[in-house]
């Protein structure tokens, strides 16, 4: 069932842009159209790349984890940085509205849904204001036939144009026209910067308590990662991308976090690592991820534990864990 939050009074779409050069952008579609690295759309779960989309839904990655050609999917937790695909190169156009957003960029994606091809209604989470990072759609090609119907309300966006969709809601796609719809999709973290650009109208009704704002990393000296080693009981929820963290001990994996590579690397039993992000004070995000789930490592007293929480805007699951330093403080 959808679950109400404290954004659905505001639109479901709004126009951030309506300036965009219309022949730059089919420029920069032109140079990247006949690409040997379309493929189907791929999902990310469980630390791995799966679900090849069933229906004619082809991906070309600009901006992908590690900046892989053959990542489709939107990316994840993990020990992969986003970077810009060889592919960004070639649409400076589009690298030069994507850098005037003043934002953190995630995976940017080119999307072509075919003619006749329909998606079912779903909801994409956790993506949204709440969880500290929005997709945005830049159309390139579109026709009357196709149609996002978001939260009820059909959508033609059309090129030229720069929108933010809540794809929290549910949604679906169809393309009853007889040409392919291109967008740009772009997932990005939530700042100031970025928010400037919403209508005034918008800005003034969000609930800023509700929002997850983008901090930025603080780098660790050598010393200090070797610090925050430590060994410790992870709920197997809080590895369940998207899902709160549940105070489950019977659920419960062994997991380590260790100084590797000039960085923290999370290991849990059974789960793909993911590097750790600091942002103060021992709280750390996953890279790949936002602060919809974070780790707080309290090792410094006589009883060292772990903080694990995830949050839907205001609302937060916390769980704590007795931990074990593994480096003398």
Known sequence: MHEKNSLENLPSA?????????????????????????????????????????????????????????????????????????????????????????????????????????????????????????????????????????????????????????????????????????????DCATNDKLLSLFPSSFRAELPTSDIAYYRPVLPLTSRELAEFSCRFAMPSSFMEWGLPVVNDRESDLAAEVSAEDDGLVLRVAGCSPVELLHLGAGEFRLLGWSEERLLRLDLFDDDPRVELSTRRGRRRQVVLRPAHRLAAV
């Open 14 to 186: 709004v126009v951030l842009r309506d300036d965009l050069d219309t022949d730059r952008l089919k420029a920069d579609l032109a140079a990247l159209s006949d690409s040997e690295f379309w493929a189907l759309q791929r999902s990310f779960k469980d630390g791995a790349v799966v679900e090849e989309s069933d229906v004619d839904w082809k991906v070309l990655p600009l901006r992908a984890p590690g900046g892989d050609l053959q990542r489709t999917d939107p990316g994840g937790p993990g020990r992969d940085r986003f970077a810009d695909t060889p592919l960004m190169a070639k649409a400076p156009y589009l690298a030069q509205v994507l850098s005037e957003l003043g934002t953190e960029l995630r995976s940017v994606r080119l999307m072509a849904l075919a003619p006749g091809v329909s998606v079912e209604e779903h909801a994409d989470t956790p993506l949204g204001l709440l969880y500290g990072y929005v997709r945005l759609h830049i159309p390139l090609v579109t026709n009357p036939g196709a149609v996002l119907v978001l939260d009820g309300v059909e959508q033609r966006w059309q090129p030229g144009t720069l929108w933010y969709g809540d794809f929290e809601r549910p949604h679906s796609l169809r393309n009853t026209g007889d040409r392919t719809r291109i967008h740009l999709v772009a």
